[in-house]
Nanobody, 126 residues
Framework: QVQLVESGGGLVQAGESLTLFCAAF????????FAWYVQLPGTEREIERE???????????KYADFVKDRFTISRDDAKNTVTLLMDNLEPEDTGVYYC????????????????WGQGTQVTVSS
């Protein structure tokens, strides 16, 4: 069992930055990867959440095309935390951001089912 707790969301203007934090508790060694997903406005189902960024235990990363060169994912295994630095935010980035854990190998991230945090709201005004 893994518990994930997100924080750091808020209301910002376009062009500003935010940093999201995820704290992981429990059997975190079971999986080697972490990722951030976003639930965009107008979507409700879990399956509609979109992958934003993922990171492996070796530091390999992957990003969605819509956040490349603007967002940076990192992790601190000593503290069991995952961070998403979001620069140059756009109104289209508005949504609820969720942390997840899973397996990351050969550039592919496979989310472990059932492990979501409560999410943190990010709102970007134009």
């Amino acid at each position: 069992q893994v518990q994930l707790v997100e924080s750091g969301g808020g209301l910002v203007q376009a062009g500003e930055s935010l940093t999201l934090f995820c704290a992981a508790f429990g059997d975190t060694a079971t999986y080697n990867g972490f990722a951030w997903y976003v639930q965009l406005p107008g979507t409700e189902r879990e399956i509609e959440r979109e992958l934003v960024a993922a990171i492996s235990s070796e530091g390999a990363t992957k990003y969605a095309d819509f956040v490349k060169d603007r967002f940076t994912i990192s992790r601190d295994d000593a503290k069991n935390t995952v961070t998403l630095l979001m620069d140059n935010l756009e109104p289209e980035d508005t949504g609820v951001y969720y942390c997840s854990t899973g397996h990351y190998y050969d550039g592919h991230y496979c989310r472990a089912a059932g492990y979501w945090g409560q999410g943190t709201q990010v709102t970007v005004s134009s």
